[in-house]
């Protein structure tokens, strides 16, 4: 069975940092890539960040580039975001995803998904 639970979040102020954990099982990670998706309150999903099954590539929104780095560690199955420089617009529920495919591509659904971790930024 597939497993994703993801870890890290919590409240920060403005300007802060969070790590992000994901833990995974069930699966080959490091056949996969895999994304991270959040959603605001009241709002639809938001694909943030993947990277490929090696960690040789790395894919960002435009909403977080420079800010958010995504890291991998195969040997321990988990996904890592790293969020520096938060805003208030970056409170949401941040979702790990496997993508279906060793690279990610923008147009292949994830097939499995965590239950997500609260980030919320605020004074």
């Known amino acids: 069975e597939v497993q994703l639970v993801e870890s890290g979040g919590g409240l920060v102020q403005p300007g802060g940092s969070l790590r992000l954990s994901c833990a995974a099982s069930?699966?080959?990670?490091?056949?996969?890539?895999m994304s991270w998706v959040r959603q605001a309150p009241g709002t639809g999903l938001e694909w943030v960040s993947a990277?490929?099954?090696?960690?040789?590539?790395?894919y960002y929104a435009e909403s977080i580039k420079g800010r958010f780095t995504v890291s991998r560690d195969n040997a321990k199955s988990t996904l890592y975001l790293q969020m520096n420089s938060l805003k208030s617009e970056d409170t949401a529920v941040y979702y790990c995803a496997k993508d279906r495919r060793s690279d990610y591509y923008s147009d292949s659904p994830m097939d499995y998904w965590g239950k997500g971790t609260l980030v919320t930024v605020s004074s």
């Open positions: 990277i490929k099954w090696n960690g040789g590539s790395t």
């Open positions: 069930g699966f080959t990670f490091d056949d996969y890539a």
